[in-house]
């Protein structure tokens, strides 16, 4: 998935105002979580970084870092770790990018260095592909109770997300993000 294709889903995501004021939510807060669908274009653009493909052209082109799917958020800018791009974070964990394979993955923050708790999909543009059904999903999971308790459907969920990202070693990651 390319970066234009990323962004138009992710803001095709984006749940409606009157839902989430229908929650209770004060309106910043509402703001706050309406933003986490958008991606801004940098004011000035961020040359030679060397994260390739299409991670590389979204944060040489775009922040990422209001980008918020489940425990998931983009960092602003891409960082050298070991063999790794750090590209955002999964709680307290880092989403890197490996230099050599490409396939991206959540590295332990505290734990063994190097140490892999998921792998996320075998590439950058899988990750976007695979993230975007898991970002629609979250989004109205928040202000639809039914669709939230659906077993069926965030089982559908997964899948969408494992075809995407890749095959079967990546489906841990999604059942953890969509909660399954």
């Not at 959540?106 to 975007?132: D, I, Q, Y």
Request: glycine share 10%; with cysteine.
């Amino acid at each position: 998935m390319n970066i234009s294709e990323f962004k138009k889903g992710l803001e095709g995501c984006v749940p409606d105002i009157a839902d989430l004021a229908k929650l209770g939510l004060l309106p910043d807060d509402v703001d706050q979580f309406r933003r986490s669908f958008f991606i801004l274009e940098r004011e000035e653009r961020l040359n030679d970084l060397g994260l390739p493909g299409q991670l590389g052209e979204l944060f040489e082109r775009y922040d990422p870092s209001n980008v918020e799917i489940g425990m998931l958020r983009f960092g602003l800018e891409p960082q050298k770790k070991n063999s790794n791009w750090v590209i955002g974070k999964v709680e307290a964990d880092l989403l890197v990018v490996d230099m050599v394979s490409g396939e991206v993955g959540v590295e332990g923050f505290t734990a063994v260095p190097k140490h892999m708790l998921w792998r996320c999909a075998k590439n950058g543009e899988s990750l976007l592909a695979a993230l975007l059904p898991a970002a629609c999903f979250l989004g109205r999971c928040l202000h639809d109770e039914e669709l939230a308790g659906d077993e069926h459907r965030r089982k559908s969920c997964v899948e969408a997300c494992v075809i995407e990202a890749g095959g079967e070693l990546y489906r841990p990651f999604y059942q953890m993000l969509i909660g399954f």
